[in-house]
């Protein structure tokens, strides 16, 4: 294998957990940050730290500086035509709360409808049934195949003329499904749909190209692509963006305030109201940077590797089922176990050192689809091994055993 | 008393132990418990009902309450899915609670979330109250688990208070 996961980057991957070796398997909730980010963090903040975009000092202009070229990483990263396009958030979440608020509110109205598809993270449904509580707007759900794959013709099928955004995550935080973006916008785009994707695992595991995609938005979160906590970016087409009220009010985001009247600022900063996680932007950029060290391709390829792994090694057990077997998917492995609670299966698991995400993912939507209240899911991230594989796989027989 | 020791060793995480704490978190008796849940299903007559939800996990219950004239707890029920702990814990609670007294009834309540929490000073329960709960002592260890142990109890409270929102399982 030509990746080696670079272990001594993360030392907390070198810390034992109830006295067992650590296998962290929960990347998709969150993932373990490398020192090059924390130093980044550390060294922005004890020598060139201030606030952005105010005062005339040196390190109000350094860190301004600094912030900037943060936004120009992630344009770059995102491969965004401008940077202007690109609003720093604090999380996906937030991101997709601005879509739903400065943009297409003001666009909707009772009985237009809103597609989104059945594997969504509750952060791309519940900023959407705000429009359906707020404007009586129309949920309408593209259904998936048994596989855990979106079919672009039942996203074609659900969008009418009063289709105003269609909602789609690039991947499926459960299902681990890498959804066929570039032919969905396209289909939307046919329609004159636009199109919100949330990127927070896509951006982590799969090259983005919001310019290729033709996306309308895209969001993604920093924490977890080896970043900080308390940060993340949406991109919107600079068209969109000219012609969206702001979403927060506050310092920074104004031209003008007086007595009688308020003008905005421009994008990005009109979105940005407040000051910014700064420290966190710097951050972020340096995870980019951290990343862009490495052939992201072979990043994916090592993971794929262990979630195939993992995905022969658990057939054995007859009392697992698989939820999520799309042809094209990432390194996520979410499943079943016959009679043992996958929060129990978790605990058991933790016991073993092995750290994996139990219950509904906030995708309960996609857990009633599948007919399960809940599912052990083992995520992986650059730093994994088979060891990790091999520790998720003799807890999961120790479980069996205590448990029944 | 020998089960005190088993409480009071809560929260010890050296690697020798950690299997120790997990077979006493899934003790025999909690294991059937879940598997054969006592007082599992609808109940007729019900004067007192109310939904428990742990948003945690997303596992829901029902407990159902049939109170008699004199305020005890004639019959007592409960429905829903859920992990080992939280089902085990909902059929130790009915099987307890039938036949007591609505202030019996809380006072094994107080002492039941002081046992599951790791806190200290549990009194005024009989020694036989006070074994039964005490199966239930090992989730002290497992603090994310807590919530999975409550919510039966504070679901039964919602009944009693017949405050009709549904219990969290806080």
Partial sequence: MSFVPPLSDFSILSKPVNGRRLAYLDSAASAQ?????????????????????????????????????????????????HSDEIIFTKGGTEALNLVSYAFLSPRISAGDEIVLTKMEHHSNIVPWHFMRERKRAVLKWVELREDGSINPSAVAAQITPKTKLLAITHMSNVLGTVN???????????????VVVDGCQGAVHEKVDVQDLDADFYAFTGHKLYGPTGIGALYGKRAHLKTMRPFN???????????DKVTYAEPPHRFEAGTPPIIEAVGLAAAIKYLKGFDRAAIKAHELEL????????????????????????????????????????????????????????AQVLMERFGVASTTRASFGLYNTREDVDALIAGLEKARSILL | MPLLRVW??????????????????????????????????????????????NPLCGDR??????????????????????????????????????????????????????????EEGVTGLADDDLEILLVMAGVSAFPMRVKCATLAWHTMKSALEGSGAPAKSE
């Fill in chain 1, 33 to 81: 940050k490398p020192k090059f980010v924390l130093d980044a963090m550390t060294e922005f903040a004890t020598s060139e730290f201030a606030n952005v975009h105010r005062g005339v000092h040196r390190l109000a202009a350094a860190a301004t500086q600094r912030y900037e070229e943060a936004r120009v990483a992630v344009q770059q990263f995102l491969n965004a035509k």
């Fill in chain 1, 180 to 194: 066929p973006l570039k032919e969905i916008i396209q289909i939307a785009h046919a329609k004159g749909v636009p």
């Fill in chain 1, 249 to 259: 009010g506050g310092g920074e985001m104004i031209a003008e305030v007086t007595e």
């Fill in chain 1, 307 to 362: 979630y195939q792994y993992a995905r022969k090694e658990i057939g054995r057990f007859k009392w697992v089922r698989v939820i999520g077997e799309a042809e094209d998917k990432g390194a996520i492995l979410s499943f079943e176990t016959t009679g043992m609670h996958a929060h129990d299966v978790a605990t058991i698991l933790d016991g073993e050192g092995v750290a994996v995400r139990a219950g509904h993912h906030c």
């Fill in chain 2, 8 to 53: 009071k060793r809560r929260g010890v995480f050296f690697s020798d132990m950690i299997d120790e704490s997990l077979r006493e978190l899934y003790q025999e008796v909690i294991l059937d418990h879940s598997k054969h849940p006592r007082h599992f299903g609808p109940l007729d007559h019900a004067t007192h009902n109310a939904d428990g939800l």
């Fill in chain 2, 61 to 118: 219950i029902t407990v159902h309450l049939n109170l008699d004239a004199e305020g005890r707890i004639a019959d007592i029920a409960f429905e829903g899915k859920g992990c080992a702990i939280s089902q085990a814990s909902a059929s130790l609670m009915t099987d307890m609670l039938k036949g007591r007294s609505t202030a019996e009834a809380e006072k094994l309540m107080n002492g039941f979330l002081h046992l599951v929490k790791g």
